[in-house]
């Protein structure tokens, strides 16, 4: 179990400022903003950080293209992350720019711990690029001549590069990963990057002197920071690397959540570039799979991207947080399709939560006068609500929000059962029905805050129904969920369906 003194920093990759926000964006920022407020809930101080990755050659391209300035382009299509996210109600504690200040500094200290510690020198590379990864591919890593993630053509490019000598890291890294053997999840990633390293590190270039658009070394103002050094460099300069000692002293190390396609860059060059200065690595890297369209990786060439707005329109915001949460389980590649998600919202929302909630309502109207009953201190509810927790508090601290999920909607269906077996409404008012009720409404209000984490705002009105007025986000685990505390003697509401099914 998780030790709630700890603070607690988990982040999300900082997204390509020049793409629009899809889903495979949203997927993972949609899980580490659960994650997050569940363990707000666990009363930890938690640290959420998300933002956007603005330097580098793809960037300068496309500001070119557009007939403006770096950053121009940059300030212009931030924007279209940050509404994203305001309009999924991400929670993060802070959006993080590359091209800050704040930022700029801390690369420049890491580079310069780096190179003081011996770690850098100046070699000339010759190599293949990849634009879209900003990263060189060996000739036989291509896919007949083209970048095996992208499928675009690689350039052939000669630079005279300062480099960060990785090859010195090989043993530091296999003795981190054998004393920290869930440094890396799931295990099958984690083997995938001890085979990297197994195979014998090269050292990697940390500068180019062809473009402009970035970060100058500090030593060597003529060259700027490779994109990736950059980029990685964002998760300390948020946790107060170089203004706040004392709060990069509470918060570092992170949990990081990444996609699988930039496992290499989390998982061998940042604990590595970590150490030469001196530094932690992160506590923990979770790995995730790809949303696939129709059984392909999304891409803008292929056109088959999908916006989060156009799925919340259909679906709601609560809708499209729980398919991410719920359908798509952490780790592996999953398939995203309308029906899927369709058939989830109407299982799940429409149907058991939703239906749990208007039964209730209903029937606490007609049978007591619209005044909620009290929980009975016995009910045999309350022993699944205790063993569910369990599960539910460990698939969020695994990052498993599958499983956490099914356990919180087991909760859920039990107490559908269980009214559908004692059917309150068809007893005669009296004690009876007032415990079967007291119970229900009892569940609901342990849900409300069980299941906040994926869909908040249903979890505020359930509230707000059953005559509870705090915010779900003010209840602290696990002592908001023992036994007994829906008072009794509230008002409660009958409202329109809280998710209409949907065809
Ligand atoms: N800027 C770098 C990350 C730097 S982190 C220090 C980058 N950006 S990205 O915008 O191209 O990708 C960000 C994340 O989105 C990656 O984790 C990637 O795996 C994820 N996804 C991109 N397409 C995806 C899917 N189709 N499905 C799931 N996630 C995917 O890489």
Known sequence: MADVTNPYYVTTPIYYVNDAPHIGHAYTTITADAVARWNRLLGRDVHFLTGTDEHGLKVQR???????????WADQTVVRFQDAWNQLQISNDDFIRTSEKRH????????????????????????????????YFNETDLDEGNCPIHGRPVEHVTEENYFFKLSRYEDALKD?????????????????????????????????TSIDWGIPLPW?????????????????????????PEEFESRWPAVHLIGKDILRFHCVYWPAMLMSAGLQPPE???????????????????????????????????GVRHHFLHDQTFGPDGDFSHEGMTARYNADLANNLGNLLSRVTTVVTSKCEGVGPAANPDSPLAEI????????????????PSEALDATWRIIRETNAYLENAEPWKSDPGPDVDAILGDALEILRIVSILASPAVPNACIEIRRRIGLDEDPTQQQLPDSIEWGQYPGGLPVLKGDPLFPRLK
């Open 62 to 72: 496309a500001a070119e293209e557009n007939d403006c300035s770096p950053i121009e």
């Open 104 to 135: 700029y500094a801390a690369v420049q200290k890491l580079l310069q711990a780096c190179y003081d510690n011996g770690d850098v020198d100046l070699q000339t590379y010759e190599g293949l690029y990849c634009v879209s990864c900003e990263a």
């Open 176 to 208: 981190w990963y054998a004393a920290h053997p869930d440094f890396v999840q799931p295990a099958t990633k984690r083997n995938e990057a001890l085979g990297f390293i197994n195979q014998g590190l090269q050292d990697f270039s940390i500068s180019r």
């Open 220 to 244: 060597d103002p003529g060259h700027v920071t490779y994109v990736w050094f950059d980029a990685l460099t964002n998760y300390i300069t948020a946790a107060g690397y170089v203004d706040n």
């Open 284 to 318: 923990r890297v979770h790995v995730h799979g790809f949303l696939l369209v129709g059984g392909e990786k999304m891409s803008k060439t292929r056109l088959n991207q999908i916006a989060p707005a156009d799925l919340v329109e259909d679906f709601g915001v609560d």
């Open 385 to 400: 609500v205790q063993a569910e927790y369990q599960k539910i508090a460990d698939g969020w601290q695994r990052i498993a």
